[in-house]
C-alpha cells in the first residue's frame, strides 16, 4: 500500500462503520510501516497498518465486532488481504510500557479517528523487534529526532518499553550495538 493507498482504504473503513450502525468512536493508534510512510515519509509502501485500538466504551463489546467485520469487507471490496489492517501487536504495546494516547491525525467518517504516537514511541519499539527489514525506519527516526549517541537512545527505550524483561529477552543491548559500534 501507498500512503494515499492508506488514506482511502481508512475512508471506506469509516464509511463502513457507519453502515453497520457503529454508534462509538473507534480510536486507532497507527505504529509501524503505516507510521514511516505516512508521517516520515522514508519509504513508499508497506505491506499492512498495524494499529492499537482504543473503543471508546468498552461494555460494547460489540463494537469490536463491528470493526473486525468493516476491517473485512473493506479489504473484500478493495480486493486486500485481511491483514491489511492489523491489530495483533496491542497486547504486546500494552505489556511494554506506557502506550500514549497520541495526537489525532485524521478523521474518516463520523466514527474513526486515526491518532499518530511521538516519533520517540516508534524509535523505541523498532530498536524492541530489532529486526533487519526495520533498520531504515529505525535510521530514519533517529535522523528526525536527532539522536546520535547510544545513551540518548536507550533513554527512549527507557521511557516506552518499562518492562525491562522485555527489553532483555528482545535483546535491546545488541540492537543498540549494532546501531552504535564507533561508540564501543
Known sequence: MQK???EHN???????LEELGMQTT????????GFMLTQIGNRTTTDDVDVLVDISDPQHSD????????VHFV???ARLSDSWLSDNIGDFLRMAGPVPKGK?????????????????FIL???????RGKDREDTKALMRSLHVTTRQQAQEIVDKYITNKDIQESEGVQETLDEFFRTEQ
Open 4 to 6: 494515499q493507498d492508506i
Open 75 to 77: 479489504a473484500h471490496d
Open 63 to 70: 463494537d469490536y465486532r463491528i470493526f473486525r467485520n468493516a
Open 124 to 130: 523505541a519499539h523498532k530498536l524492541v523487534a530489532g
Open 104 to 120: 489525532l491525525w485524521r478523521r474518516f467518517g463520523r466514527y474513526l479517528e486515526v491518532y499518530i504516537p511521538p516519533k520517540a
Open 26 to 33: 473507534i480510536r486507532l493508534l497507527m505504529i509501524g510501516g
Open 10 to 16: 481508512l475512508s471506506l473503513l469509516g464509511s463502513q
